[in-house]
């Protein structure tokens, strides 16, 4: 769907406004949602624990998943156990999480509020929901919103004629927007940050995500970035938005050739014998964090391994105030909580 929904071919035109009447339906219904909840006429459940929920106003490719990352591990780096819970898409969102924050309790289910008792059962002290803006079901301590600032080129529209779930009016129920750069320039950046502020007049942070390491498919060794200098690399990537992948390589390799396969696809073994021809031609592969939990499986031992790229989570600005109002979150005083988890938490910090 991203072709329809940012291309500028008269293809892509005509699949928009075919869609038009189908988001116009999509835009209603979220908005009459979004009052029922906010009016109290569709309950809402509180968690065992506190909570910080983490979503975008887009479908994918914002970095939500970096950026819950990040909170969970500045939560476990303060000595507390998060409890990390997503929905749940057969495994990618959830072996990144687990291999970015060790400590965490990762919980995928439908269900927020059984995922929340059972993070809290296993010892979980503070809990991040990844993907969480629309789940109004659920009450939160804090509500982090995301936008990406490559996510301004795309379709006005709600879905399905653009990327939208929401108007940019609902950045009014942020309690913080965080706005994610991934190879988007300054001039972008600023223009993302003024219609935040005047959509919905919340702090406003600004993150982004860089490639910090390679790491090798199978044997885990990790590399820098700067071997693919001058190199020729091919770019796999089943995520929301892979153009945004190959960019982000571009800053370091002489040429990127991408393969791309749709958001959270189930590789097979012709997936990946596609890949190993197309690696003929280049130097080096190199995959996504939540594909590679999916092709270790697959991946041939005699052939030579993929590089897995991971991004981490750089503050360029805001980055005091995102930390104070993690910190308001559970209280107040993380370094403290540790000491106050016996009147706080159900479980004591593992």
Same mark, same amino acid.
């Given at each position: 769907? !991203? @072709? !329809? ?14 869609? *038009?009447?189908?988001?116009?339906? %999509? ?8 009052? +029922? ?40 780096? $303060? ?47 503070? *809990? ?39 108007? @940019? ?23 993302? !940050? ?7 007049? =919340? ?5 982004? *995500? ?20 001058? $190199?020729?690399?091919?770019?796999? +990537?089943? !995520?929301?938005?892979?153009?945004? %992948?190959?960019? #982000? *390589? ?16 189930? %590789? ?47 503050? #360029? ?6 930390? =104070? ?26």
């Amino acid at each position: 769907m !991203i @072709w !329809i929904w940012r291309a500028r071919t008269p293809g892509a035109r005509l699949a928009r406004l075919a869609l *038009l009447p189908a988001a116009a339906v %999509f835009h209603v219904t979220a908005g009459a949602r979004a009052k +029922a909840y906010r009016s109290g006429w569709l309950p809402s459940s509180r968690l065992p624990a506190p909570s910080v929920a983490v979503g975008s106003l887009a479908v994918g490719g914002a970095g939500k998943t970096p950026l819950a990352a990040w909170i969970a591990g500045y939560y476990a780096r $303060s000595g507390l156990t998060p409890g990390i819970l997503l929905r749940g898409y057969g495994g990618d969102e959830a072996d990144v999480h687990r291999r970015a924050v060790p400590r965490a309790v990762v919980i995928e289910h439908a269900d927020r509020v059984r995922a929340a008792r059972r993070a809290v059962a296993r010892g979980a002290d503070v *809990l991040v929901l990844d993907d969480a803006f629309q789940r109004l079901d659920v009450r939160r301590d804090l509500n982090v919103a995301v936008v990406s600032a490559e996510s301004l080129d795309a379709a006005p529209w709600t879905l399905p004629a653009g990327p939208w779930r929401e108007s @940019w009016r609902a950045l009014r129920r942020a309690d913080l927007v965080v706005v994610t750069v991934k190879s988007a320039g300054e001039a972008r950046v600023r223009a993302t !940050i003024e219609r935040v502020r005047a959509a919905g007049r =919340r702090p406003v942070a600004v993150a982004r *995500l860089r490639l910090a390491r390679l790491r090798g498919l199978l044997s885990e060794r990790e590399r820098v970035p700067a071997e693919l200098v001058g $190199s020729r690399v091919l770019a796999g +990537a089943g !995520i929301a938005d892979p153009e945004a %992948f190959a960019a #982000q *390589l571009r800053e370091y390799a002489a040429t990127v050739a991408l393969l791309a396969w749709r958001d959270h696809h189930r %590789f097979v073994r012709a997936d990946v014998a596609r890949m190993l021809s197309a690696a003929k031609e280049v130097d080096y592969v190199v995959v996504t964090a939540k594909d590679a939990s999916k092709l270790r499986g697959l991946w041939p031992r005699d052939a030579a391994e993929p590089l897995v790229a991971e991004l981490e989570v750089v503050w #360029q600005e805001g980055h005091k105030e995102v930390e =104070r109002a993690l910190s308001a979150a559970v209280g107040g005083d993380v370094t403290g909580m540790t000491r106050r988890r016996g009147s706080i938490f159900t479980s004591p910090v593992c």
